[in-house]
């Protein structure tokens, strides 16, 4: 189970974090990852950590303002979000995926683990 925390109503150019605990299993060879789903729109990979090597992927879009980052200790994923946008705005979704590369890139119905989703609104 992923719950997530975080998120709310922001000015633009304003900081969020996002929180993403998981229960049940611990995320030492998971994947993980955020997403999000904008008015209107698909949902989107935004920024995803491999399980192997650690290594991240960004969307274009939140490259630069975006940081995710997953702390074994608290079993917990962040999503640091700078330099917000009105753009920006969308439900999150934490998910994650065993032994996963590319969660950002996967199939998102293959994806077996979703949080519940929080809302983010940039907006003056």
């Known amino acids: 189970q992923l719950v997530q925390s975080g998120g709310g109503l922001v000015q633009p150019g304003g900081s969020l974090r996002l929180s993403c605990v998981a229960s049940g299993f611990t995320l030492d060879y998971y994947a993980v990852g955020w997403f999000r789903q904008a008015p209107g729109k698909g949902r989107e990979g935004v920024a995803c950590?491999?399980?192997?090597?650690?290594?991240?992927y960004y969307a274009e879009s939140v490259k630069g303002r975006f940081t995710i980052s997953k702390d074994m200790a608290k079993n917990t994923v962040y999503l640091q979000m700078n330099s917000l946008k009105p753009e920006d705005t969308a439900v999150y979704y934490c998910a994650v995926g065993l032994g996963v590369q590319a969660l950002c890139a996967m199939p998102q119905h293959l994806i077996p683990t979703w949080g519940q989703g929080t809302q983010v609104t940039v907006s003056s």
């Open positions: 950590i491999s399980s192997s090597d650690g290594r991240t």
